[in-house]
């Protein structure tokens, strides 16, 4: 009996630990188009996305080298990248396939970065995390 329990247990980790993490092509790449880096602007904020080396689909559709935007406003990407991303008002998803969105931002300095991910809001592996970029938002 005694050894039946390890023998469970370690039939059983594989599956808890199994993250299904979509592959993304080596050169693929997310990147905000704008605002530049260092931008002076006026709210609401236009902010167009960038893709390259994937495509666009909505949340929930499954096609190969696909997914879908999000945007993460004044916050550090999730430790955890195996797993689906919340969606708050730090983390907005564009799960219609948007690729661009206005912002209604208080003045003040702001940090916007684009992650990409799959169908289940799962980012790639590895991931597409765009550079950080942070504008200051005129009165
Ligand atoms: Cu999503």
């Given at each position: 009996?005694?050894?039946?329990?390890?023998?469970?247990?370690?039939a059983?980790?594989?599956l808890?630990?199994?993250?299904?993490?979509?592959?993304?092509?080596a050169?693929?790449e997310?990147?905000?188009?704008?605002?530049?880096?260092?931008?002076?602007?006026?709210?609401?904020?236009?902010?167009?996305?960038?893709?390259?080396?994937?495509?666009?689909a909505?949340?929930?559709?499954?096609?190969?080298?696909?997914?879908?935007?999000?945007l993460?406003?004044d916050?550090?990407?999730?430790?955890d990248?195996?797993?689906?991303?919340?969606?708050?008002?730090h983390?907005?998803?564009?799960?219609?396939?948007q690729?661009?969105?206005?912002?209604n931002l208080?003045?003040?300095?702001?940090?916007?970065?684009?992650?990409?991910?799959?169908?289940?809001?799962?980012?790639?592996?590895?991931?597409?995390?765009?550079?950080?970029?942070?504008?200051?938002v005129?009165?």
């Amino acid at each position: 009996m005694r050894k039946l329990v390890p023998a469970l247990l370690l039939a059983l980790v594989p599956l808890a630990v199994a993250q299904e993490r979509t592959p993304s092509p080596a050169a693929a790449e997310a990147y905000i188009i704008a605002p530049a880096n260092g931008a002076r602007v006026h709210s609401p904020v236009h902010v167009q996305f960038g893709l390259k080396g994937m495509g666009i689909a909505p949340a929930g559709v499954k096609f190969d080298n696909t997914g879908h935007h999000h945007l993460l406003i004044d916050t550090d990407p999730p430790a955890d990248l195996g797993a689906p991303l919340p969606a708050t008002e730090h983390i907005v998803h564009f799960g219609k396939g948007q690729t661009e969105t206005t912002l209604n931002l208080a003045p003040g300095k702001h940090t916007l970065q684009l992650l990409f991910a799959d169908l289940n809001h799962v980012p790639h592996n590895p991931p597409l995390l765009s550079d950080k970029i942070t504008i200051t938002v005129l009165p």
